[in-house]
Every structure is written in structure tokens, then in C-alpha cells.
């Protein structure tokens, strides 16, 4: 089955600067990457996702990238600010009906 | 629609007894999914259901877990007999028969602490 990595764990960053978490996949046939976002204490909520046929995908100062050769997408966040402190997943999945196997999560600590 | 319902928000039980967790998806929605949250381990599909048929149960850690949906509106995780490394989050997500994830919605997750 698919198999995601996802790095790093942690992530210290100081508000303003940028941050970039990165996942790999292991199952070429899987085409739909999304990015969850989970607040402390909540739920898991959708922030971005991108399709294989897309390289790249922005929503204002998040953007998602994909390397489909060599199977690995990023999240990029810029100007940061302490409300994008959360831990983010990122997950793969493949055609047909929506099962996504999810990275382990990265913990984003935004100092101001 | 009030979205994802999961009960109770919180659960403290003694190592041994039985310990139920309840889910009702969104109305409409085909696919229900069982997760568990740790530190250690991260998000970890337990299990998923399709039209009410459990699909894929190898995320189920042992004998001790069980899943059942009775009908499209309800479904539980129940852990008989439970033990301290079972303290986790569990949520419960659904989701409608789409290749995409705009329309897959997580609980609120029940957070079970096992003494």
C-alpha cells in the first residue's frame, strides 16, 4: 500500500520568515495530495491540495508544490504568523474515491 | 448540517473495562473512517466503511478493537478490554464518494485516557 514520509517533525520558525514541510510517496498511481491543518486541541481541516497534473498551486501565502518524478510535494508557507502555528499533515491518495493515508504530521512553532 | 458527531468529547476509564466510541457522519456522506491520534504514531486509520460495509480493517491493532455501522447514520469503535496504550484521540471522519478531499469532514475526536 502507499506509504507517505513526511519531514520534519518540528518545525521553529520566527514570525515572518518562511517555512516549508516536505512529504514522499511511494505509490506512483496515487494523484491527489492534500494538506490538513490542525489547531490545538481540533480537528484535522483541509487547508490546500493539488492534483498530478499541477506542478505548482498557491492560495495567498500558502503554496503546494509536486515533483511527480521523483514523488514528493511540499508545503510552503510565507510571511508567517503565530496563528499558523498548528501541526500540518499532508496525505496521497489515488483515483477513484478519496483514501488518504496521511504523513505523520510536522508541528509548526511560530515565534513572534 | 451539524457535521461530524462524535461522543462523548472525553472518556477516563480503568484499564479492563470496556469502552465505547460513537460516530454519526454527515447525512449522505458514503465513506466513514475510524482514526486514532498519538504522539508516537501520528494519524492512523483503524478502519473505513463504504455504504455501511466495513473495506479495509488492517489498521485495526488487535482483537480488542471492533467496528460495526449498523446503518448509514451511526457507527462505533469499541475497545473491550481496554489498556493504558490505548489512550489516544480517536476520531471518527466521513466523507462522500469523490476522488477529491473538499467534502471530507473529521470529528471532533474523543479523547480517551485509559488508568
Known amino acids: 500500500g502507499e506509504n507517505v514520509e513526511q519531514h520534519p517533525s518540528t518545525l521553529s520558525v520566527q514570525e515572518g520568515d518562511s517555512a516549508v514541510i516536505k512529504c514522499t510517496y511511494s505509490d506512483s498511481a496515487s494523484n491527489y495530495f492534500p494538506w490538513y491543518k490542525q489547531e490545538l486541541g481540533k480537528r484535522p481541516q483541509l487547508i490546500i491540495d493539488?492534483?498530478?497534473?499541477?506542478g505548482e498551486k498557491k492560495d495567498q501565502r500558502i503554496a503546494v508544490t509536486l515533483n511527480k518524478t521523483a514523488k514528493h510535494f511540499s508545503l510552503h508557507i510565507t510571511e508567517t504568523q503565530p496563528e499558523d502555528s498548528a501541526v500540518y499533515f499532508c496525505a496521497a491518495s489515488k483515483g477513484g474515491s478519496y483514501i488518504p493515508t496521511f504523513g505523520r504530521g510536522t508541528s509548526l512553532i511560530v515565534h513572534p | 448540517d451539524a457535521g461530524v458527531i462524535q461522543s462523548p468529547r472525553h472518556e477516563v476509564t480503568e484499564m479492563g473495562q470496556e469502552v465505547t466510541l460513537r460516530c454519526k457522519p454527515i447525512?449522505?456522506?458514503?465513506?466513514l473512517f475510524w482514526y486514532r491520534q498519538t504522539m508516537m504514531r501520528g494519524l492512523e486509520l483503524l478502519i473505513y466503511f463504504n455504504n455501511n460495509v466495513p473495506i479495509d480493517d488492517s489498521g485495526m491493532p488487535e482483537d480488542r478493537f471492533s467496528a460495526k455501522m449498523p446503518n448509514a447514520s451511526f457507527s462505533t469503535l469499541k475497545i473491550q478490554p481496554s489498556e493504558p496504550r490505548d489512550s489516544a484521540v480517536y476520531f471518527c471522519?466521513?466523507?462522500?464518494?469523490?476522488?477529491?478531499?473538499?467534502?471530507?469532514?473529521f470529528g471532533s475526536g474523543t479523547r480517551l485516557t485509559v488508568v
Open positions: 493539488i492534483r498530478s497534473n499541477v
Open positions: 471522519a466521513s466523507s462522500p464518494d469523490t476522488d477529491a478531499g473538499s467534502g471530507y469532514t
Open positions: 447525512s449522505g456522506h458514503d465513506y
